[in-house]
Nanobody
Framework: EVQLVESGGGTVQPGASLTISCVAS????????MSWVRQAPGKGPEWISA????????YYKPSVKDRFTISRDNANNMLYLQMNDLKPEDTARYLC??????????RGQGTQVTVSS
Protein backbone atom coordinates (compact mmCIF):
# COMPACT_ATOMS: atom_id res chain seq x y z
CA GLU A 1 0.00 0.00 0.00
CA VAL A 2 1.36 3.41 -0.97
CA GLN A 3 1.72 5.69 2.04
CA LEU A 4 2.94 9.28 2.24
CA VAL A 5 3.16 10.79 5.73
CA GLU A 6 4.15 14.40 6.23
CA SER A 7 5.52 16.02 9.38
CA GLY A 8 7.27 19.15 10.61
CA GLY A 9 4.58 21.78 10.17
CA GLY A 10 3.79 24.40 12.77
CA THR A 11 3.14 28.05 13.47
CA VAL A 12 5.97 30.48 12.80
CA GLN A 13 6.44 34.22 12.49
CA PRO A 14 6.97 35.96 9.15
CA GLY A 15 10.58 35.68 8.04
CA ALA A 16 11.17 32.40 9.84
CA SER A 17 12.39 29.14 8.37
CA LEU A 18 10.85 25.69 8.57
CA THR A 19 11.64 22.30 7.05
CA ILE A 20 8.86 19.81 6.45
CA SER A 21 9.36 16.13 5.72
CA CYS A 22 7.55 13.23 4.10
CA VAL A 23 8.26 9.54 4.59
CA ALA A 24 7.16 7.30 1.75
CA SER A 25 6.45 3.58 1.80
CA UNK A 26 4.85 0.89 -0.31
CA UNK A 27 6.58 1.69 -3.60
CA UNK A 28 10.01 2.10 -5.20
CA UNK A 29 10.62 5.64 -3.97
CA UNK A 30 13.75 6.37 -6.03
CA UNK A 31 11.90 5.43 -9.19
CA UNK A 32 9.40 8.27 -8.89
CA UNK A 33 9.47 12.01 -9.26
CA MET A 34 7.96 13.60 -6.15
CA SER A 35 6.19 16.88 -5.52
CA TRP A 36 4.95 19.22 -2.82
CA VAL A 37 1.44 20.63 -3.18
CA ARG A 38 -0.21 23.11 -0.81
CA GLN A 39 -3.79 24.03 -0.17
CA ALA A 40 -5.02 27.06 1.72
CA PRO A 41 -8.52 27.27 3.20
CA GLY A 42 -11.07 28.12 0.53
CA LYS A 43 -8.55 27.81 -2.30
CA GLY A 44 -7.60 25.13 -4.78
CA PRO A 45 -4.39 23.12 -4.55
CA GLU A 46 -1.17 24.78 -5.66
CA TRP A 47 1.69 22.71 -7.06
CA ILE A 48 4.76 24.35 -5.60
CA SER A 49 7.76 22.13 -6.27
CA ALA A 50 8.90 18.87 -7.82
CA UNK A 51 12.05 16.75 -7.84
CA UNK A 52 13.32 14.02 -10.13
CA UNK A 53 13.98 10.56 -8.76
CA UNK A 54 17.71 11.26 -9.00
CA UNK A 55 17.42 14.37 -6.82
CA UNK A 56 17.43 17.07 -9.47
CA UNK A 57 14.83 19.77 -8.80
CA UNK A 58 12.32 19.95 -11.64
CA TYR A 59 10.00 22.81 -10.74
CA TYR A 60 9.42 25.65 -8.32
CA LYS A 61 6.37 27.88 -8.30
CA PRO A 62 7.73 31.35 -9.09
CA SER A 63 6.53 32.82 -5.78
CA VAL A 64 8.65 30.34 -3.80
CA LYS A 65 11.59 29.81 -6.15
CA ASP A 66 14.15 31.85 -4.22
CA ARG A 67 12.92 30.84 -0.77
CA PHE A 68 12.08 27.11 -0.87
CA THR A 69 14.38 24.15 -1.55
CA ILE A 70 13.16 20.64 -2.35
CA SER A 71 15.37 17.64 -1.65
CA ARG A 72 15.15 13.90 -1.11
CA ASP A 73 16.99 11.04 0.60
CA ASN A 74 16.36 7.94 -1.45
CA ALA A 75 18.15 5.66 1.01
CA ASN A 76 15.56 6.51 3.64
CA ASN A 77 12.54 7.19 1.41
CA MET A 78 12.35 10.79 2.58
CA LEU A 79 11.24 13.97 0.82
CA TYR A 80 11.95 17.42 2.26
CA LEU A 81 10.96 21.02 1.71
CA GLN A 82 13.12 23.68 3.31
CA MET A 83 11.22 26.95 3.52
CA ASN A 84 12.98 30.23 4.25
CA ASP A 85 11.64 33.77 4.69
CA LEU A 86 8.13 32.50 5.22
CA LYS A 87 5.28 34.90 4.48
CA PRO A 88 1.66 34.93 5.67
CA GLU A 89 0.58 33.95 2.16
CA ASP A 90 2.53 30.69 2.58
CA THR A 91 -0.02 29.59 5.19
CA ALA A 92 -1.53 26.33 3.93
CA ARG A 93 -1.64 22.60 4.36
CA TYR A 94 1.40 21.11 2.62
CA LEU A 95 0.98 17.71 1.01
CA CYS A 96 3.60 15.32 -0.27
CA UNK A 97 2.68 13.84 -3.66
CA UNK A 98 3.95 11.03 -5.83
CA UNK A 99 4.55 12.15 -9.39
CA UNK A 100 5.12 15.36 -11.33
CA UNK A 101 2.50 17.72 -12.71
CA UNK A 102 -0.39 15.85 -14.30
CA UNK A 103 1.34 12.60 -13.35
CA UNK A 104 0.62 13.06 -9.63
CA UNK A 105 -1.29 9.97 -8.54
CA UNK A 106 -1.03 9.86 -4.73
CA ARG A 107 -1.02 12.50 -2.02
CA GLY A 108 -0.53 12.38 1.72
CA GLN A 109 -2.79 13.94 4.34
CA GLY A 110 -0.53 16.94 4.74
CA THR A 111 1.04 19.01 7.48
CA GLN A 112 -0.22 22.48 8.44
CA VAL A 113 2.07 25.49 8.13
CA THR A 114 0.80 28.75 9.59
CA VAL A 115 2.75 31.99 9.23
CA SER A 116 1.49 34.65 11.57
CA SER A 117 2.80 37.39 13.79
Amino acid sequence: EVQLVESGGGTVQPGASLTISCVASGFNFSGYDMSWVRQAPGKGPEWISAIHGTGKPLYYKPSVKDRFTISRDNANNMLYLQMNDLKPEDTARYLCARGYGVGIDRRGQGTQVTVSS
